[in-house]
């Protein structure tokens, strides 16, 4: 008789809100390489966000702040393997902004990024925005492909940036 052994797995997947206090290091952790995969390298992680970087999960803070949907990690199984940041534009609060996508290394290439675009586009549209912006740097392939089949469109291309809008 055939063995009967069944194996049931599924993923649980969860959004959590980011706590810039509590999750300081992990933020940190993540930016860095956020820029190292946009840029290349962590130098301007630093000029950016001050020395150690201290400054990026206060940032991150003010964009909670302004609404807790607007920082949240996604989490599998309860652990950390994915960030988004949103915000509106400063000057257009009909645009909301993405500042932010990132997957772990390991968990890239498996649609992750998608389930974080899907919740961008739901949490900025109930906060009232009808468009959605972000850029990303024109040597981030990867990015801008995985942004295209999303479909998000290319606007305008400046000082090493392109930046990309869609209809929400
Ligand atoms: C850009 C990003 C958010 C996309 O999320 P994702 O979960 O990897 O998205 P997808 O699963 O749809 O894969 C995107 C592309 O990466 C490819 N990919 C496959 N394996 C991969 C791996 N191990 N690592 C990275 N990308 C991989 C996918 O095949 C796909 O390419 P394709 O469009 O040519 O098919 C994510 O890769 C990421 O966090 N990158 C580093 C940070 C970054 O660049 N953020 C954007 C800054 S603006």
Redesign the pocket.
């Known amino acids: 008789m055939a063995d009967e052994t069944y194996v049931k797995y599924s993923r649980a997947l969860s959004f959590r809100r980011v706590d810039a206090h509590h999750d300081a290091a992990l933020l940190i952790r993540f930016g860095r390489?956020?820029y190292r995969?946009?840029l290349g390298k962590e130098g301007a992680f630093y000029r950016d966000y001050g020395r150690y970087g201290v400054n990026f999960p206060v940032w991150i803070g003010t964009c909670a702040s302004a609404n807790p949907a607007f920082a949240k990690f996604l989490e599998e199984d309860g652990a950390e393997i994915?960030l988004v940041v949103l915000g509106f534009d400063e000057r257009d609060r009909d645009i909301g902004r993405v500042h932010?996508?990132?997957?772990t290394?390991d968990?890239?290439?498996?649609?992750?990024?998608?389930i974080?675009d899907d919740y961008a586009r739901d949490v900025l549209k109930d906060a009232g925005a009808h468009r959605a912006r972000?850029?990303?740097?024109a040597r981030?392939r990867?990015?801008i492909?995985?942004y295209q089949?999303q479909g998000w469109a290319e606007k305008e291309r400046r000082g090493g940036l392109i930046f990309m809008e869609t209809r929400l």
Do not use: E
């Open positions: 390489d956020l995969r946009s994915g932010h996508f990132y997957v290394p968990h890239r290439g498996q649609g992750f990024g998608g974080l972000l850029n990303v740097t981030n990867r990015a492909r995985f089949a």
